[in-house]
């Protein structure tokens, strides 16, 4: 195999298994820190557009949290998102929201 052709391949291969490792890991973060309030995050991810998410969770997650945060009904997760955990994990989240959102056209295969 010509080394351009098999660097490309590489290339190709390492991004998306990187890219679902993010996928995995929001999804860790949905069902441990989300789940209880939101219920299945198939039908929470796809409530909504992959744009739709990327302005829920644009600049490290400020609307979404600020949206929580002003929500009596969501006093319990005042903590997740007011600390450094939620900041950190955020793009994850982000990632695992718009593979199943609305228009992605993918399904989980569990929940």
């Not at 351009?4 to 998306?16: D, E, G, K, M």
């Amino acid at each position: 195999m010509p080394k351009p052709l098999f660097t490309s391949a590489l290339l190709v291969a390492f991004t998306f298994s990187w890219a679902q490792a993010h996928v995995y890991k929001g999804q860790k973060e949905y069902i441990k820190n989300c789940k209880s309030c939101h219920a299945v995050g198939k039908d929470m991810a796809g409530s909504k557009t992959q744009r739709d998410w990327e302005k829920m969770l644009g600049e490290n997650g400020a609307t979404l949290a600020n949206l929580h945060l002003k929500s009596k009904d969501a006093e319990a997760s005042h903590d997740y998102f007011g600390s450094k955990k939620y900041e950190k994990n955020v793009n994850h989240l982000l990632d695992f929201l718009q593979e199943f959102a609305k228009d992605s056209g993918n399904v989980p295969a569990c929940d």
